[in-house]
């Protein structure tokens, strides 16, 4: 064997070794913020609780939450009388912002006719018993990164407002947007809610340990021969 074929296996080695390394790196990466987020999710949990909106089996697109008034509902054309498609949300019967380009769904009753651009949730943090209504909605439909805006209304009435993307999201609007667009999104990463999620890090993790073993193989081929030489 000349050097050059030896200088080959050894740097054939050496890329294998790399590979499966990067491999299990983020194996390990999305391991770790897995378990984060699963601890994240159990904290979330033990502290907050979501009340249910639903009666009769449908989310009523109006709601009164101590004193301010919220209506979700498509916008009419005045000429015509038809509807346009376009989502009309209001607080307190003031129009407070128009959703343009999202698909919605005629057949369904109630808010889920607007799952994919707006939901509301009522939250109560279980250790004082203080209820929160959360309306979250994506801004645009097909915005990259995608936009959202939350309205956060405490017992007192008094709205606060945040947008976000979600790599600015905080852990409490991580929880907001939760099933809008049909989407769950984590604080530390997506993989947990993911399908094929555990599949796939079992499968990188099974490529890096191919890769490492290659390296060995391939290290202890260039070692023999280069004894046998040496003999």
Do not use: C
Not at 22 to 49: A, G, P, W
Not at 183 to 201: C, I
């Amino acid at each position: 064997m000349n050097f050059s074929k030896k200088k080959r296996l050894v740097y054939a080695s050496g890329l294998l070794s790399f590979i499966g390394l990067l491999l299990f790196s983020i194996v390990l990466y999305f391991l770790v913020q897995s378990v984060r987020e699963t601890f994240y999710q159990n904290k979330f949990e033990q502290e907050y609780d979501y009340l249910s909106l639903t009666e009769d089996g449908v989310v009523d697109p109006v709601q009164v939450f101590h004193g301010v008034k919220l209506n979700t509902f498509l916008e009419e054309d005045e000429a015509s009388g038809k509807k346009s498609g376009d989502i009309i949300f209001e607080v307190k019967d003031e129009p407070e912002a128009k959703l343009k380009g999202f698909q919605v769904d005629s057949g369904q009753e109630g808010m889920r006719a607007f799952g994919d651009a707006i939901q509301y949730k009522m939250m109560v943090e279980k250790e004082t018993g203080k209820e929160s209504f959360i309306i979250a909605f994506k801004k645009t439909p097909d915005s990259s990164p995608a936009k959202y805006k939350t309205y956060n209304i405490n017992e007192n009435g008094v709205i606060s407002t945040s947008e976000f993307t979600l790599r600015t999201k905080n852990k409490l609007e991580t929880q907001w947007i939760r099933g809008l667009s049909g989407e769950t999104h984590g604080y530390y990463t997506d993989l947990p809610y993911q399908k094929g999620g555990t599949v796939s890090l079992v499968s990188l993790a099974f490529l890096g340990i191919l890769s490492l073993i290659g390296a060995v193989w391939l290290r202890r081929r260039s070692a023999a021969a280069e004894a046998g030489e040496a003999a």
